[in-house]
């Protein structure tokens, strides 16, 4: 007998309303136990073990963490993936915070784990009523933190990019993957309980170092030169040039000194910066990253010091599939109510789901359920129904909508997309932001 579209779904539900508590407990056994990206060892463990459950052979260790299992349909066709990023931030003074490492899940990523499986759950109970597969795929380091401990792990050739899903993509742990969804916390304002639709920033990040020479501050501060002067003077000139930006472009420079010298005595002759660099466009953030190179340049110039800028790609701008948006809204409204929905928004903020954005058509919906701003000590999952087994309901609807009756929608899907990049060419542009440079203003 062959079963409606809606009776599948019917299924879905239900398998996952029984379950809500085991879908609930991955997210606040995943919240108490925060890991930072590409260390998630424990958090990878959780996912290996309740795949080990669910009876899927997996992948693990893939770009160090990550754990991709494929649920098979009754018969060939595409592949939708189900995604759920590993990995927290830092903020040691929340109160959900790991005391030793001062790791949090002040993004939610706990929630994203817990939907991803619960979607799983779901589908089992209807793939073989499905034509075309489902991968479910914890992932890595979508947070763009410590970048100075990635950087030390590509010198030892453990990884290329120091962001999870390019370095996934890199590896082609995305090859046989066609579309996407992943649901994240919320990082609106309102008080939805899902949106779908919200695009992003692109992202760069800068490691800037200038040289000086040290001299006593006291008495010989004229044999000096000043390295922090030429720092501060390259934040204004960034500062001097933002009206310059147009405001579609909605560039974002965020410099902070992370060393201002060695020591009050001494003109300081180490001074560090980092920054992000954010914008809608590639070609914005080609721009933008060419405006900081410039004024870096101008700080080193003025006091004759020399800077080196080290530029490291992080994120790509995120635009989904206006196809894979319908879809997914008309899910999310069907499991929350209309009335509970929110609209969709440009985020400055950035995600690696952008990479993927620019491979294969994604959708990223938001959910409801959290406290406070993100990234901020505030910031937790609270209502682990909203998010984490909602989300699981309208992804594994998502993907019943896709594979039903000979997979016609994932494949219109792909038919309608405009047109993407391949794996080489995607990895030639990001590759182009990566570069070191020494300018030395003592020799112009
Ligand atoms: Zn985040
Ligand atoms: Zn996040």
Same mark, same amino acid.
Do not use: W
């Given at each position: 007998m062959s079963l409606s579209k809606e009776d599948l779904k019917a299924q879905v539900k239900a398998e996952i309303d029984r379950r809500a508590g085991e879908i609930i407990d991955i997210s606040t056994d995943i919240l108490a136990h925060p890991e930072t990206g590409f260390f998630e060892a424990r958090t990878s463990e959780v996912v290996q073990k309740k795949f080990g459950e669910m009876g899927l052979a997996f992948t693990p260790e893939l770009a160090r963490t990550g754990v991709k299992a494929r649920m098979r349909g009754r018969k060939a066709g595409p592949t939708v993936g189900i995604l759920g990023e590993l990995d927290s931030i830092i903020t040691p003074d929340s109160p959900v915070a790991d005391p030793d490492t001062g790791a949090a899940h002040g993004c939610g990523h706990n929630a994203q784990i817990a939907s991803m499986i619960g979607a799983g759950l779901g589908l089992q109970a209807v793939m073989h009523h499905l034509d075309g597969d489902v991968v479910l795929f914890a992932v890595p380091a979508e947070e763009c933190i410590q970048i100075g401990e990635r950087l030390e792990l590509k010198e030892k050739g453990e990884l290329e990019f120091v962001i999870g899903k390019p370095e996934l993509i890199r590896l082609g742990a995305f090859d046989d993957i066609d579309m996407v969804t992943i649901?994240?916390?919320?990082?609106?304002? /309102?008080? +939805?309980?899902?949106?779908?639709?919200?695009?992003?920033?692109?992202?760069?990040?800068?490691? %800037?170092?200038?040289?000086?020479?040290?001299?006593?501050?006291?008495?010989?501060?004229?044999?000096?030169?000043?390295?922090?002067?030429?720092?501060?003077?390259? %934040?204004?000139?960034?500062?001097?040039?933002?009206?310059?930006?147009?405001?579609?472009?909605?560039?974002? $420079? =965020?410099?902070?000194?992370?060393?201002?010298?060695? *020591?009050?005595?001494?003109?300081?002759?180490?001074?560090?910066?980092?920054?992000?660099?954010?914008?809608?466009?590639?070609?914005?953030?080609?721009?933008?990253?060419?405006?900081?190179?410039?004024?870096?340049?101008?700080?080193?110039?003025?006091?004759?010091?020399?800077?080196?800028?080290?530029?490291?790609?992080?994120?790509?701008?995120?635009?989904? /599939?206006?196809?894979?948006?319908?879809?997914?809204?008309?899910?999310? *409204?069907?499991?929350?109510?209309?009335?509970?929905?929110?609209?969709?928004?440009?985020?400055?903020?950035?995600?690696?789901?952008?990479?993927? =954005?620019?491979?294969?058509?994604?959708?990223?919906?938001?959910?409801?359920?959290?406290?406070?701003?993100?990234? +901020?000590?505030?910031?937790?999952?609270?209502?682990?129904?909203?998010?984490?087994?909602?989300?699981?309901?309208?992804?594994?609807?998502?993907?019943?909508?896709?594979?039903?009756?000979?997979?016609?929608?994932?494949?219109?899907? $792909?038919?309608s997309a405009p047109p993407k990049l391949d794996r080489d060419a995607y990895l030639k542009l990001r590759r182009s932001f990566d570069r070191n440079e020494v300018f030395d203003g003592a020799a112009h």
């Amino acid at each position: 007998m062959s079963l409606s579209k809606e009776d599948l779904k019917a299924q879905v539900k239900a398998e996952i309303d029984r379950r809500a508590g085991e879908i609930i407990d991955i997210s606040t056994d995943i919240l108490a136990h925060p890991e930072t990206g590409f260390f998630e060892a424990r958090t990878s463990e959780v996912v290996q073990k309740k795949f080990g459950e669910m009876g899927l052979a997996f992948t693990p260790e893939l770009a160090r963490t990550g754990v991709k299992a494929r649920m098979r349909g009754r018969k060939a066709g595409p592949t939708v993936g189900i995604l759920g990023e590993l990995d927290s931030i830092i903020t040691p003074d929340s109160p959900v915070a790991d005391p030793d490492t001062g790791a949090a899940h002040g993004c939610g990523h706990n929630a994203q784990i817990a939907s991803m499986i619960g979607a799983g759950l779901g589908l089992q109970a209807v793939m073989h009523h499905l034509d075309g597969d489902v991968v479910l795929f914890a992932v890595p380091a979508e947070e763009c933190i410590q970048i100075g401990e990635r950087l030390e792990l590509k010198e030892k050739g453990e990884l290329e990019f120091v962001i999870g899903k390019p370095e996934l993509i890199r590896l082609g742990a995305f090859d046989d993957i066609d579309m996407v969804t992943i649901t994240h916390t919320p990082h609106g304002l /309102d008080d +939805s309980h899902a949106s779908v639709g919200d695009t992003h920033n692109g992202a760069l990040v800068k490691r %800037i170092r200038f040289s000086g020479v040290a001299a006593h501050a006291g008495s010989f501060a004229h044999k000096g030169i000043n390295a922090l002067k030429a720092a501060t003077i390259a %934040i204004s000139a960034i500062d001097a040039q933002r009206e310059k930006f147009h405001e579609n472009d909605l560039v974002r $420079i =965020s410099p902070i000194i992370t060393k201002g010298g060695d *020591a009050t005595s001494s003109v300081p002759s180490d001074v560090r910066i980092e920054t992000m660099v954010r914008a809608r466009t590639v070609e914005a953030m080609r721009e933008a990253s060419e405006t900081v190179d410039r004024s870096m340049r101008a700080g080193a110039l003025a006091v004759g010091a020399r800077v080196e800028i080290e530029t490291v790609s992080g994120y790509m701008p995120n635009n989904p /599939d206006q196809r894979l948006i319908e879809l997914q809204y008309a899910n999310c *409204a069907e499991v929350v109510g209309a009335d509970n929905m929110g609209g969709a928004r440009h985020q400055s903020g950035s995600t690696d789901v952008g990479d993927l =954005s620019m491979l294969m058509p994604v959708v990223h919906p938001r959910s409801g359920g959290t406290e406070g701003a993100p990234h +901020s000590r505030e910031y937790y999952v609270r209502d682990h129904t909203l998010a984490a087994v909602n989300p699981a309901k309208s992804m594994a609807m998502l993907a019943v909508d896709l594979l039903y009756d000979e997979a016609t929608e994932a494949r219109a899907v $792909i038919a309608s997309a405009p047109p993407k990049l391949d794996r080489d060419a995607y990895l030639k542009l990001r590759r182009s932001f990566d570069r070191n440079e020494v300018f030395d203003g003592a020799a112009h």
